[in-house]
């Protein structure tokens, strides 16, 4: 029997309109394999630097998006992505695309067959205003420093 997925998207919502959007992406299984948490900083792996290379690339590969602030933490990445107008992709074909290429990209460097590096799905929030976007972008800034207190903290 398969487990009917509840979806976290707003009905009727299009994921390609212009705008800030808010996105949480974690490791399968949350494992920390992006990097390590020492003295309120966070040091990459290699993995950790593929994705931050794959992460920049994004404006060169989708024409009409912006990237804000950004954290790759030890077993999930924050990031804002700002879709500007005339924006054909959706924010679900960029994380989708994202997820794919650093995937293909770190089984190929490490002579891995098809390993997940990522969970399934990602969590996203339409950013509705100025107040919201600050909140966000420090939580995001402050996210190494406050590991041991984050909700996907694992020891």
């Given at each position: 029997m398969f487990k009917i997925r509840k979806?976290?998207?707003?009905?009727?919502?299009d994921y390609s309109?212009?705008?800030?959007?808010?996105i949480t992406i974690c490791t399968k299984d949350r494992k920390c394999i992006l990097g390590k948490a020492e003295n309120d900083s966070i040091t990459v792996s290699k993995l950790g630097e593929i994705i931050t290379k794959n992460w920049n690339a994004l404006v060169s590969m989708y024409k009409h998006i912006e990237l804000n602030q950004y954290v790759v933490m030890p077993n999930h990445?924050?990031?804002i992505i700002v879709l500007n107008e005339n924006c054909t992709k959706t924010i679900g074909d960029i994380i989708c695309g994202y997820?794919?290429?650093t995937a293909r990209e770190y089984n190929k460097i490490n002579k891995l067959n098809g390993e997940a590096i990522?969970?399934?799905g990602y969590?996203?929030?339409?950013?509705?205003?100025e107040k919201e976007l600050y909140r966000i972008q420090k939580y995001i800034l402050e996210n190494p420093i406050k590991w041991k207190y984050d909700r996907?903290?694992?020891s």
């Open positions: 979806t976290i998207r707003l009905k009727d919502y309109s212009a705008g800030y959007y808010y990445i924050h990031a997820k794919s290429k990522w969970q399934r969590y996203e929030h339409i950013i509705r205003n996907l903290y694992i």
